[in-house]
């Protein structure tokens, strides 16, 4: 059991500690020696916080020994991603102006684990300012993938979603504002949640040097886990008005359209402006066949009213706005230089300069035309309960360290694609406000892991949860790394 205890799920370890057969202490220093013993390869872990970890940890067995009130996570070790504030550790966002940066309070998100018993111990790692879809930066170097060390777990949640896979943790705090955490359950091999906008505090959350008193359009904090049942749990915690609007607001969100089996499927599995690579392709096709030999019927036609080509004409400037407190004086001038000779720059670099340089007035217009298109999601989710589409064209790729999202490409099927890609269907969800949950459906010839996007209605994050528990009873869901066992 000892061996295993790092790759059981949050929900039967939390059965553990409430039966006496394991303490909080000893489930701490369990994680503590996979770190010491397997992060050395993955550099998913980057700061640590031990001692008061091993405080917490004894004080919640004092507790369950007196009887006393237990929380929903009480006694369980986690780690949370770095560009989220934890008082008194290091928090760095990834970036070298915060190399030594100590937050004085934790980010909402953070004081919800710990008021619910988690015992929160280490920081995990991330590109800098959350802008890439590798894990790697100046001060940490680089994340491995627990499944090929040559190749990332996606980014920017990528030391969460490498802990995760590895057991190093049982559950994780990402945040996702282009697919932060979509992409690295995918390319890991883990589940992962995106909640719909708003209904989760980002308050601490650190994506440019004066973090922590606004909120990023269409960032959310959303939990990464092995089960689709932890990520319930931990979304449960995560949920619900930020601190100031407490006393005025309360959450309650919608059950469930149904059980899986009553839910109306569609699929959205590949497209021309976009068009997914033949292995991640051949997996999603078995998934979608799957699920119709198992009785479902699966509507692969149905489509909003609204192009896919909205996600890199509003989509994709709304999300480089969002970011765009990140950039530094000299990159913001650079990029203004672009917008005043466009000519100069391809697509990608010219939507990315918009993104960041544009007026209010672009703004707000861009804004109306993400409304509307919030409403033709309102309409297709009239007829629709899910909708299941790809987390990426790609599965995990190798390490690349040259250029930026920006400027960087793949070569797939044999043809060269814009780096940038990788991002087009998480935000096709993201900008509009949907949530959306990954799930394990297969792996490639190659032993790469696939994830699927179940999406749902905005608030309809208990429906998108609900049918991703199925894919995954379904299909098998999470496998351990080799790594994993080491």
């Not at 749990?233 to 601190?243: E, H, K, N, Q």
């Not at 607001?249 to 068009?275: F, I, Q, Y």
């Not at 987390?391 to 790729?397: L, M, T, W």
């Not at 920006?406 to 900008?431: H, N």
Request: include cysteine.
């Amino acid at each position: 059991m000892d061996e295993e205890l790092g790759l059981l799920s949050a929900s039967a370890l939390l059965g553990l500690l409430d039966r006496g057969e394991v303490s909080s202490v000893e489930l701490l220093q369990h994680h503590l020696d996979r770190v010491a013993r397997l992060n050395p390869a993955l550099n998913a872990v980057v700061t640590l916080d031990t001692d008061r970890a091993m405080g917490t940890a004894s004080r919640v067995d004092d507790d369950r020994v007196a009887g006393e009130p237990m929380g929903p996570l009480a006694g369980l070790p986690m780690t949370v991603k770095d560009a989220l504030a934890t008082e008194g550790l290091r928090t760095t966002g990834g970036a070298t102006e915060l190399a030594d940066h100590v937050p004085v309070s934790d980010a909402e998100v953070v004081a919800k684990v710990r008021d619910a018993g988690a015992v929160v111990f280490a920081k995990t790692n991330l590109p800098r300012w959350s802008g890439d879809v590798q894990a790697t930066n100046e001060i940490f170097g680089t994340t491995n993938n627990p499944w090929d060390l040559s190749r990332g777990p996606g980014g920017s949640s990528g030391g969460a979603s490498a802990a995760v896979a590895a057991g190093l943790t049982p559950l994780e705090i990402g945040t996702d504002i282009g697919g932060s955490v979509r992409l690295p359950a995918h390319f890991a091999g883990v589940c992962g949640h995106k909640p719909s906008f708003g209904i989760v505090p980002q308050r601490g959350y650190v994506d440019h040097v004066s973090y922590g008193v606004s909120d990023a359009d269409i960032n959310v904090v959303g939990p990464l886990a092995r089960t689709v049942d932890d990520l319930t749990l931990l979304f449960d915690v995560l949920t619900g008005p930020r601190a100031e609007l407490v006393d005025g607001w309360s959450l309650e969100l919608p059950k469930a359209r149904g059980t899986a089996a009553e839910l109306r499927v569609a699929a959205w599995l590949d497209d021309p402006a976009c068009p997914v690579s033949t292995e991640v392709s051949q997996v999603l096709e078995v998934m979608a066949r799957t699920i119709e030999e198992d009785g479902l019927r699966v509507d692969r036609t149905a489509r909003p009213e609204h192009p896919f080509e909205d996600v890199r004409e509003v989509g994709l400037p709304l999300i480089s706005a969002a970011t765009s407190p990140a950039r530094t004086d000299e990159e913001f001038e650079e990029l203004r230089g672009v917008l005043a000779d466009p000519v100069s720059a391809d697509a990608v670099l010219r939507m990315r300069a918009g993104g960041t340089a544009m007026a209010h007035r672009d703004w707000s217009l861009l804004a109306e035309r993400r409304e509307k298109n919030r409403q033709s999601w309102g309409r297709f989710f009239r007829d629709h309960d899910v909708l299941l589409a790809p987390v990426s064209f790609a599965p995990a790729f190798e390490h690349q360290h040259g250029g930026n999202l920006y400027t960087r490409s793949l070569v797939v099927d044999g043809v060269e694609r814009p780096y940038a890609d990788l991002i087009v269907w998480t935000s096709q969800f993201g900008y509009v406000y949907l949530p959306a949950t990954v799930v394990p459906v297969g792996w490639t010839d190659a032993g790469l892991p696939v994830g699927v996007q179940v999406v749902g209605p905005f608030l309809g994050d208990r429906t998108t949860l609900e049918f991703a528990g199925y894919l995954e009873r379904l299909l098998g869901g999470y496998r351990v790394p080799p790594l994993a066992r080491s």
